[in-house]
């Protein structure tokens, strides 16, 4: 059983740094793709990242790109989501999600095509 756990959310200020991890087990996390996505009250969840198995490609929202770095710590299964210069809008639950197919190329920002989730770390930004 596959099981995700984030940490590292938090209140912050506009403009301040967070950095959430994704812990995994279960499963030889090193084969397989991950990503970070967040939801807000009443909304869908939103793709905000993903990267790849071996860390060499990554993938990002265009509403993130150049503020958020994700990054993976094989040798601790563990999955980090860098976010820097945040803003009120990125107030949201994040979550981590890991794909099922092995050494996949495939970087999904659909969240219907990931397989499992975590609980979700809350992230406040205030103005």
């Known amino acids: 059983q596959v099981q995700l756990v984030e940490s590292g959310g938090g209140l912050v200020q506009a403009g301040d740094s967070l950095r959430l991890s994704c812990a995994a087990s279960?499963?030889?996390?090193?084969?397989?793709?991950m990503g970070w996505f967040r939801q807000t009250p009443g909304k869908e969840r939103e793709f905000v990242a993903a990267i790849n198995w071996s860390g060499g490609n990554t993938a990002y929202a265009a509403s993130v790109k150049g503020r958020f770095t994700i990054s993976r710590d094989n040798a601790k299964n563990t999955v980090y989501l860098q976010m820097n210069s945040l803003k009120p809008e990125d107030t949201a639950v994040y979550s981590c999600?890991?794909?099922?197919?092995?050494?996949?190329?495939?970087?999904?920002?659909?969240?219907?095509?990931?397989?499992?989730w975590g609980q979700g770390t809350q992230v406040t930004v205030s103005s």
């Open positions: 279960g499963r030889t996390f090193s084969r397989y793709p």
């Open positions: 999600a890991a794909d099922n197919s092995p050494y996949s190329g495939s970087l999904y920002s659909e969240a219907y095509k990931w397989d499992y």
